[in-house]
Each structure stands twice: as structure tokens, then as C-alpha cells.
């Protein structure tokens, strides 16, 4: 898919997907299709029924299912190296495969942070033996994300790394942040920037407003955020540098984004899926899974990101996904640490939650969670003869309970835990491969 | 009648009538404390565990003494010394401590949201003595007990709770009770101690005294030392200049609160804790027989208390 991609390679796949509503809105795709993947590659799209499998390929029979092309998660935590016991390379994209991914870019707060050469080249070993999925990575912005020196950033993307941040920091110092954007002209790459002024933030751990005063739990503003979002745009329109602002949460920070765009400042954001589904309302419950950072902050925040993602103004989804294992979690919400798993349950929550009550359109939900690695410079997946098969399969009547079977990640800190969601990924194709397979209707190529 | 619930958490899980029978229950007590020999067979037999995280005096012990007049066995842990300070998580020391299968556990904790964890992990009945900056359910029925000795009725009474409400569980559960039980409340303190939204919670907010004359009560809190150095506020001085309650500041007839353990000279002068409107006292010792009140709703929950007092 791209040389800053890596994952263990697999058999080409060998299928025939008869019958499935493929909607892909880059391609202009929104009917009944068959779709012949040869070697890896869509060979032919087909009206229902007319195509046939060659003798050794699978047919799998897609009739009331959809067809989407595979989503891009650009903000993942796969912890790894250092912190394996809450997710590892392998585990972290089986779950991204079973949330109809078929790629992902991975986060450089290891331990050993991804800040030197060395442990990127280590890493991108490790997956071209364990992923099963391409997997990007970001390499630091500073040195064990301590916000004063600069990483080797140039050796960095030489190495491999798509882009640069610090993500769960952010970088304090403007004068730094400068720095760096300057260096970009040298090395490259997207610059990614956690916004978070820890000075505003201070140890809150959700969101301030009525419910942090009712609980007494310490508040994280909504400008800890967007002041530092107006700060950088700035920064990046002085260097005319290329940055990317990640989770953004408030209606604030929208704000600040809106103004950048609009001075042709080259910037671009996301947002996850649990910011806009979810309020601060929920930490009322005083469960951990509601605690991440940036935190779920209130319903007009919510209303506003999703106005921005279907505008445009937000350009994609990414998830967060961010593992703890159970015994981080199970303490009290002000100890517990801050993140989210969000791989396997990201499509149905927006689909549910958004699609379902027409706040937003399906065809929306997919554009902008397949296009976050654009914004890295990575190919857009697309249903297209001559692509590589980057799609998933979706049933949008199937409800699952969330977590009742279990997760694909080793950790299951999931927000969604015990929600009943609507539309479930049943097969996944990533870089050609057959990445996942749920319960779905296939016949296996005939044994000559 | 029903029992109150099975734990008690929060102000929230009691309505109105539930809080009347727990200081219904609590006169009777008080009755057992003014006693020479003041234990009734209660709880005898059965085992109260008392979980501290933090250091506190007046909790504490009056929760061990209310369980002991109840002739509870009582097992009393503080962090400190204990397997905590090795470590321990807060779900493997409850589920050691239900091993021995207390009837309740009371916890004390410096995080919002503990108590609750804890009933999720033990069969016992939780008592939440204080959790973070959140609640403090026990403190609150005291102080309504003990105004309603005063008052007749909280109804329609103007109470002012002033100081730090930020950083004060103590706070959250009055206005909680205080509204539920009919009075008007408005919380009064600097700016930087005044929670964004509190008036989510019911009440009214002030950052002077100027309308104090207003209040029927005047609900004084502890002001801590480190706010200062957090730059809450800029010196006790000052704070005590604009917020300290003093006999002069004070209207006749005025009652005065303070969930202790008082700053002398800093929320409160010497004279205004010394005087006649002061209901200090008799908020400590409302609090062992409300926790008895408490533990006994919680445990046994009878329809009359003549079988045992």
C-alpha cells in the first residue's frame, strides 16, 4: 500500500463477493455489486450476478450486506514496545481488522518512546512479522516527549516514520514547537499535535462544567484545548508548515480550526468517535471507561464536532485507541488511567448513534473514516478495479452487545462496553489480504 | 417499611421521607447516648469494618463508636501500616476484608467514586464516610439532625455555606440534603473557590458576604493551608479579611456551622466559635448517633426501635 506501511505479508486473496451494496463515496459507488479480487487486487466490479469465481477462488455471498472501502485509523496506541500487556502488535490489529480497518497509524508513546532510528527500525521488524494489517508509525516531535529537544527527525523519516508527535503530551513550549516546524521543511512528514495547555489542564481528569462541580472531581476547560489549537495554527501559518490537530473535543477548538482553514493555514484535524457520541454526562456513572483525555465534554461540544466532521471542516475519524489493562482501570475514576479502546467498536457507534437518528449520512461516516491517512500522504483506499482490496464488509441490520463475545484486543477499557450497537464488520480485506473474517455465508474454491 | 437502600453512597440515593426515618432513628439513639451504659444489643455479633485512605479524627471515631454502641465487632484500617501502604489496590484489600464477612464496610477515601467501587466488590453493606471531594452522605445527616433539632423544619430556611466549596465533599452533600429537605442554600467564597456550574447542583452562588444578613444559617468550611500555595487565594489574610465569620459579622439569632476541624482565626474567629449561636458541639456529638441511626437502617432496617433501645 505504501513503503511507510508495514505488516506480515499473507496469500493474496482469492474472492468473489457476490451481491453486496458497495458504497464508496470517491468512487461514486453506491449499488449492488459483485467484486472480483484477484491476486489481492479488485480485478472487476460487476452488477449482481455476473460475475463468476474462477476455480480457485472463494465466493462469499454479500447479498443485505455493505461493502465499504477499508477504514483508516490515523491515531492508535498499539503499545508496543514496552507495554505488551495491554496490547501488542498482533492484538491491536486483529482488533483494527475487526473494526473494518485495513490500516492504522501507531503512536510513538512506548516505552522506549519512538524517538531514535533504532527503535522505529526495531518496531517496523516487529511488525512485518506480527501485524496483521499495514501499520504506519509517528515517530516523537522532542525526546521522550519531555517538549526540549528536538528528535532526529530527518534520520526519523528516513527510517520509515510517516509524521511526528508527542501525542499524550503536548508540546509545551511554543518556541519548540517552532523549531520543529522549521525542521519539517528538512524532513518531512506531518506534524501531529496533541493540544493540551497543562498549566489550564492542571490534574483534572474530565471535563469542566456541571457535572466535574457535582462530583468534585478537579475540571480540564475546554481552552486547556483550543487555546493551544489557536496557538499552533499560528505557529504553522508563520512557518508555513503542515500540521495535523488530533482528537479535537470542544465546539472552542472548532472554532480556532475554522479560522485557520480559512486563512489557508495547512492544517487539518480529527475527531473519535467517542467525543461524538458521548457527553461528560456519562462520567456521572464514575466508570473508568469514561475516562480519556481529551475528556467527553458536553452536549453542545458534541452537536458542534459533528457539524464539523460533516461539513468537512474535521476532515476524519480516528479512534484513540488506547489500552489499559484491567487493573489500571479498576480503581477509582481520579486515579484511573486516561484512554479508551475504540478499534472494534468505532463504525457501529457512529453508525448507530449518528447514522441511525439521521444526524449524520452514511455515506459521510465512511468517507471520513477511510480518510485519515490521506492526511499522512497514504493512498486512499477505494473499490476500483486495479486497487488493492482495502474494503470491509458490513451487516447493518446485526446488533451486538459490546464486549459480550469478548474483544480482539488484549484490553477491554471500551467506552461502548454493554451498549447494544447496530452494524457489524464481517470481513475485512487490508493491503489484499483477508485480514478478517467473521460469521459470514462463503464457499471455499473447488478442490481441483 | 423498607431499609434505606443496601449501602449508602451518596445524598442521591435518599429521598426526603428515607432521610426523616434515619434522624427519626437517630433521636433515638441520642436517647441511648445520654444513657451511663450507652450500647444496645443491635449488632451484636455482627462485624463493621472501618476502611481510612486518609487521616481523619472525628469520622473515624465516631463511626467506631456508633458501631461499637450498636455492640458491633469493629475492625478499624487505616492506609497508613497497612497492606495498602505495600501496594495493595484498593479491589484486593476489600475482597481480604470481605473474607472475613463483615455486615459493613465504611470507607473513607481521598477519590470521588471509591465507595461505590467498593460495593461492586464486596457482599457488605458500603458506607461512604467520604469520597474525594464528592460526598460525604454522614456529615450532611448530621447537620440536618442537628438543625432540625434547632429549627423544627429545614423548610424555607436560608442557609449559606462559605468558604472553600471547591475542594469540599462537605459542601456537595449539604446542598444535596439541605434542598431535599426544604431549605434554600447558597454557597459564598472567592472566585477560585467557587466551582464553574455549582448552581447545577440547586443552589444559589455569592462571592461576598454582603447578603449575609439573609441567612438563617451560616455554614462555615474548613479553609486549608495549601489553597494558598495553589494561588486559590493570595493570603490567609486576605481571606480572613473578606470571609471569616465573626461575632460581628454575625446577626442576632443567626446559627453557625462548621463541619470542623476549625482554623481558629482564619474561616472563623474565636469569639464567633465560642458563642451562644455557635452549633459546633452539637453537630459532633449528633454524629455518632446518626452513624448509629445509619448502620442500623442499613443493617437491620426494623419498623420500630422499641425491641432494642
Not at chain 1, 78 to 99: F, S, V
Not at chain 1, 153 to 166: I, K, Q, Y
Not at chain 1, 230 to 242: I, K, N, S
Request: charged share 25%; net charge negative; with cysteine.
Amino acid at each position: 500500500m505504501s513503503e511507510r506501511l508495514f505488516h506480515r505479508e499473507s496469500q493474496p486473496a482469492e474472492v468473489l463477493i457476490t451481491g453486496a451494496h458497495v458504497l464508496d463515496p470517491r468512487a461514486d459507488l453506491d449499488e449492488p455489486r459483485d467484486i472480483l479480487i484477484k491476486n489481492g487486487v479488485v480485478a472487476e466490479l460487476g452488477e449482481p450476478g455476473s460475475l463468476t469465481a474462477p476455480e480457485d477462488a472463494e465466493t462469499i455471498e454479500a447479498e443485505g450486506m455493505h461493502a465499504f472501502p477499508g477504514f483508516v485509523d490515523p491515531h492508535v496506541h498499539l503499545r508496543t514496545p514496552g507495554q505488551e500487556y495491554k496490547e501488542n502488535l498482533e492484538t491491536g490489529t486483529a482488533a483494527a481488522a475487526a473494526g473494518g480497518f485495513c490500516a492504522v497509524i501507531a503512536m510513538p508513546n512506548t516505552d522506549p518512546v519512538v524517538d531514535d532510528a533504532p527503535v522505529l527500525r526495531s518496531l517496523i521488524e516487529s511488525a512485518t512479522r506480527q501485524a496483521q494489517i499495514p501499520v504506519g508509525f509517528l515517530a516523537a516531535i522532542t525526546r521522550h516527549l519531555k517538549g526540549d529537544e528536538l528528535t532526529e527527525m530527518a534520520e526519523l523519516r528516513d527510517a520509515g516514520a510517516l509524521g511526528f508527535t508527542d501525542d499524550g503530551k503536548p508540546v509545551v513550549h511554543a518556541g519548540t514547537l517552532r523549531k520543529a516546524l522549521q525542521y519539517q521543511r528538512l524532513a518531512g512528514g506531518v506534524i501531529a499535535l496533541h493540544e493540551e495547555d497543562p498549566a489550564l489542564s492542571g490534574d483534572g481528569a474530565m471535563h469542566e462544567g456541571a457535572v466535574s462541580a457535582r462530583l468534585g472531581i478537579a475540571g480540564i476547560p475546554s481552552l486547556a484545548e483550543s487555546t493551544m489549537v489557536a496557538r499552533d495554527a499560528a505557529l504553522a501559518g508563520y512557518e508555513d508548515a503542515r500540521v495535523h490537530f488530533q482528537h479535537l473535543s470542544c465546539v472552542e477548538s472548532i472554532e480556532a480550526l475554522e479560522q485557520a482553514k480559512s486563512k489557508g493555514i495547512r492544517v487539518s484535524a480529527e475527531v473519535c468517535p467517542h467525543h461524538l457520541t458521548l457527553t461528560d454526562d456519562m462520567v456521572r456513572t464514575l466508570d473508568s471507561r469514561f475516562k480519556m483525555n481529551p475528556p467527553l465534554r458536553s452536549e453542545n461540544d458534541r452537536r458542534a464536532l459533528v457539524a464539523a466532521l460533516r461539513s468537512g471542516l474535521i476532515d476524519c475519524v480516528a479512534t484513540d485507541h488506547a489500552p489499559h489493562a484491567s487493573h489500571e482501570k479498576e480503581v477509582p475514576f481520579e486515579e484511573a488511567p486516561m484512554g479508551t479502546t475504540g478499534l472494534e467498536t468505532a463504525f457501529a457507534a457512529l453508525f448507530t448513534e449518528l447514522v441511525l437518528p439521521g444526524e449524520l449520512d452514511l455515506a459521510i461516516v465512511v468517507e471520513r473514516m477511510s480518510a485519515g491517512g490521506a492526511l499522512y500522504g497514504l493512498p486512499v483506499p477505494k473499490i476500483e478495479p486495479g486497487q488493492s482490496a482495502n474494503l470491509c464488509l458490513v451487516d447493518l441490520d446485526a446488533r451486538f452487545d459490546v464486549g459480550a463475545e469478548g474483544y480482539h484486543s488484549r484490553s477491554e477499557n471500551c467506552c461502548f462496553h454493554g451498549r447494544m450497537l447496530q452494524g457489524r464488520v464481517r470481513l475485512t480485506l487490508a493491503a489484499g489480504t483477508v485480514a478478517f473474517r467473521g460469521p459470514i455465508r462463503a464457499h471455499a474454491p473447488a478442490i481441483s | 417499611m423498607n431499609r434505606i437502600g443496601r449501602h449508602l453512597l451518596s445524598i442521591d440515593d435518599l429521598d426526603r421521607a428515607s432521610i426523616e426515618r434515619i434522624l427519626d432513628r437517630a433521636e433515638s439513639f441520642d436517647e441511648v447516648s445520654g444513657r451511663e451504659i450507652k450500647k444496645v444489643p443491635a449488632l451484636r455479633g455482627r462485624t463493621i469494618v472501618n476502611l481510612f485512605y486518609e487521616s481523619s479524627t472525628r469520622t473515624s471515631s465516631s463511626f467506631e463508636l456508633a458501631a461499637k454502641r450498636l455492640s458491633a465487632d469493629v475492625v478499624s484500617i487505616r492506609s497508613q501500616g497497612s497492606a495498602v501502604d505495600k501496594g495493595e489496590s484498593l479491589k484486593d484489600t476489600v475482597q481480604t476484608l470481605s473474607a472475613y464477612d463483615p455486615a459493613a464496610i465504611v470507607i473513607r477515601s481521598p477519590h470521588a467514586g471509591a465507595a461505590g467501587l467498593v460495593a461492586r466488590w464486596t457482599p457488605a453493606a458500603v458506607i461512604n464516610a467520604g469520597d474525594g471531594k464528592r460526598e460525604h452522605p454522614t456529615q450532611a445527616l448530621l447537620d440536618v439532625f442537628t438543625l432540625r433539632r434547632r429549627l423544627g423544619s429545614l423548610d424555607g430556611a436560608n442557609i449559606w455555606i462559605v468558604g472553600d466549596v471547591l475542594h469540599s465533599r462537605v459542601a456537595r452533600s449539604d446542598i444535596l440534603a439541605f434542598t431535599q429537605m426544604g431549605a434554600k442554600v447558597t454557597v459564598c467564597g472567592p472566585p477560585t473557590l467557587i466551582p464553574r456550574e455549582i448552581e447545577a447542583l440547586g443552589c444559589e452562588a455569592a462571592t461576598t458576604l454582603e447578603n449575609l444578613h439573609e441567612a438563617d444559617v451560616v455554614y462555615v468550611l474548613r479553609m486549608q493551608q495549601e489553597r494558598m500555595r495553589d494561588s486559590f487565594v493570595p493570603s490567609l489574610r486576605e481571606y480572613a479579611q473578606r470571609y471569616q465569620i465573626t461575632t460581628e459579622r454575625l446577626r442576632p439569632g443567626q446559627l453557625l456551622m462548621h463541619p470542623g476541624p476549625v482554623n481558629r482565626g482564619v474561616e472563623l474567629s474565636g469569639e464567633a466559635i465560642d458563642s451562644p449561636q455557635a452549633l459546633i458541639g452539637a453537630q459532633v456529638r449528633a454524629g455518632v448517633a446518626v452513624r448509629m441511626a445509619v448502620l442500623y437502617e442499613l443493617l437491620v432496617g426494623a419498623p420500630s426501635l422499641a425491641a432494642v433501645a
